[in-house]
């Protein structure tokens, strides 16, 4: 069963990659992106678990049903999205100086909480504690920063100014510090994926295809060697002083990415963990019941600096969290440090097979926001570029890290939309806003005129 399914997750995934490349900017579609997650990631280390006898069989045919599962939800929520009736409509969007205002305040938040963010990880060192709780609670809130950078690249490629070349350029270089210098995968994607989505539909430019199979590959190099590739960096700092990063010529030749990347894909380690965690749940009939995603809740939400710890650790569940413990006294598994139980681990652990409906509401949101990306809300595409990322760590990860984060990203947009709501004016896209067949496609629109 599991090579069967095996066999049909890469198929259906060339098919998804290759539907996205057919339409114009459809390698920004969600089910372009979690085509080439499968294709690239998931199934080349599913196929290394596969041969090793170690790894418990049952947990490793329902980590098999749970890929496939999850990704017909998200697929199916998708569709749906996309799919909703409302040809001609009609939207406010403000003029392009009333967005100045918001977004050099916006951009002023999140450069600060970055910097705030540096100075408490540099004061914790120092002091040799941990420091934890501030910096997660910085760390959280700096999330926002991709969205100042949507919309600071949303002006300059509208119009270029003096104003919107240096609000662009202060985002760009915030969001690429902590995408390539700190070299943390999540921010390297949400940096491209905002670059890419918006010269799509502001300007309608494509990348070549070419392009785009060379930058892929180039990412599953350093998503292999991540850790590698950090150590090289801190390596150089240690040495001379200096952070450098990703793309430091010499923090990349010290680098063997053949020998890392099979490495990474022999040892498997996320898609070990959620085989372990799938296999230990059915075993045993444990199951969390929504008790991990309330702790996720608490963990991100309830600051320990302020309420104090004792009252955080009592709104925790922590009959939930036993469950690792247990995995390591009956099997003798060693769960890796900075590893994750993916998305399918965690779901599997909290509903069993139902843990796959976590994937419809992401699915669903993205393709409504598709839908009204393409028809030139400005809302609307300033909450989906900043969130592909986060779609795909829900896969990569847990998925209530899409769930935690969107309402923060909400806020963030919903206070542009705030700011400018003197401002606004009612707005009619072309009337080439008819649904196509395609879920990947939309309503095709060549942007929006004001009324």
Known sequence: MQAFILVGVIIASLALVAHGLSRPGGYLALPFQLGGLQLLWIAPQFASLMTDPAVPQEGLDRLALMIVLCSLAALAGWRQGVHLKGGHV????????????????????????????????????????????IMSILWFLASIRTVPLALSLYLILRRRTMMTISLFTVNALNVGAVAFLLIRRTEIIDFSMVVLFFLFVVRRITIPRAALLVGALGFVLVVYSISALRMAADRHELATGERVGLLNIEVLSTVDFKEEFNNSREAALDLRNAAYLIDYSYQLDIYGWGG??????????????????NFKESLVIDNVERQYDGIFGRTGFQWHGGTTSTGYGFSYQEFALLGCLFYWPIGFLMGRLWLRSLRGDIWAQLLYAPTIGLALVAYTHHPMAFYLQFPLIWLAVTAIRVACSRHLRLTVPPAATRQRSSPFRGPQTEGWRLR
């Open 90 to 133: 009609q939207l406010k969007m403000p003029p392009d100086r009333a967005l100045w205002f918001p977004a050099a305040v916006l951009t002023a938040i999140a450069v600060l909480l970055d910097a705030y963010f540096q100075i408490a990880k540099a004061d914790a060192i120092q002091a040799g504690v941990e420091g934890y709780g």
């Open 292 to 309: 991990a995603s309330w702790n996720r809740f608490i963990w991100q939400y309830v600051p320990a600096t302020f309420v104090g710890r």
